[in-house]
């Protein structure tokens, strides 16, 4: 519970210093564009394959193909569900796409990794980064389709289709598990370097959202009431679903905590990264990710309670 609380106070901490920098002149449009490349192209990949060094065991792979399996199942229902509750909200198509990548992408490399590392150890980084595999798939053609005011069937087109296999996050996972399959070890500077430079991914997206946040007047952060309402479906209703559903399948363990949790996570920091990179509404992205992220400090330690309670942790 600590380490939850400790946890999300820091990115606030991170989010205020992004916030300041904007506002006092230290950031503008081109550096927020540059820190948003770094973060997708440089810092994140080297995050995944730093967590994927681990040695090859078949339990650990069962486990992997199972939470691979509900990852995928996840993201496409999820996706059904956003597609529906939007649909009421009667915004425009970019503004949109933005809820709905709200609703389908949590937080799961820039809070999830830290957390569960702190409540599983390394194991539980690994895990997580399989089950983020279905986050960069969908992340990468759905998210994409949904942020540029697109509709989903696009996603069939080959370039989104080819944008599924070639991105960096993808590219990384697949390095991750190569190296995971033969238990190849890197070299112990390149491993450390990798180690290095993704340890920097969440301090710096945190830091990109609160500048992109500096935009704004300080009243106005929390002014949108259907985003407050996002954030009740992202951290209350859409993990209650998650953990319903598994437990009732026979799910348990870290099969199901893993899932329940990242579920829980508030709306994914690339939310307002991606969308400033690919003309979505950048500034809504951005108070979706602070106004999640402020309610998490609460809901996130009834979930690490609840999963307890039920000795699923």
Do not use: C
């Not at 449009?29 to 440089?42: C, M, N, P, S, W």
């Not at 995944?48 to 939470?67: G, R």
């Not at 799910?251 to 893993?258: C, E, H, K, S």
Request: hydrophobic share 60%; proline share 4%.
């Amino acid at each position: 519970m600590t380490a939850v609380l400790n946890q999300v106070l820091v990115f606030g901490v991170f989010l205020l210093l992004g916030f300041i920098l904007k506002k006092k002149g230290f950031f503008n449009e081109i550096t927020d564009k540059a820190f948003g490349d770094l973060v997708v192209f440089i810092t994140l990949p080297s995050l995944i394959i730093s967590a994927m060094q681990f040695p090859f065991s078949k339990k650990l792979l069962l486990e992997s193909l199972i939470l691979l399996a509900i990852s995928f199942s996840y993201y496409l229902l999820v996706t059904i569900f956003a597609e529906v509750v939007v649909k009421y909200f009667r915004l425009s198509r970019g503004t949109a796409g933005v809820y709905k990548f709200i609703i389908i992408f949590s937080n799961v490399g820039f809070m999830g990794y830290p957390l569960l590392h702190a409540i599983y150890g390394e194991i539980g980084v690994f895990q997580a980064a399989i089950y983020n595999i279905g986050f960069q798939v969908f992340n990468w053609t759905v998210g994409i389709a949904l942020l540029k005011g697109e509709s989903i069937k696009s996603i069939f087109s080959w370039e989104q289709v080819k944008m599924m296999f070639v991105n960096p996050g993808i590219i990384a996972v697949a390095i991750g598990l190569s190296l995971f399959s033969f238990s190849i070890k890197l070299p112990p500077f390149l491993a450390e370097a990798l180690k290095e430079i993704g340890a920097i991914t969440m301090p710096l997206s945190m830091i990109l959202v609160g500048s992109i946040l500096g935009e704004l007047p300080a009243r106005e952060i929390f002014s949108d009431f259907k985003l407050w309402v996002l954030g009740i479906i992202r951290l209350i209703i859409l993990p209650a679903l998650t953990f319903v559903i598994l437990f009732f399948l026979g799910i348990r363990g870290v099969l199901l905590a893993i899932p329940v949790i990242l579920a829980a996570m508030p709306a994914a920091a690339n939310t307002a990264i991606f969308a400033n990179k690919y003309g979505g509404d950048a500034v809504k992205g951005a108070q979706g990710v602070f106004i999640s992220t402020v309610l998490s400090l609460i809901t996130l330690l009834g979930w690490i309670y609840l999963l307890s309670y039920f000795k699923i942790i």
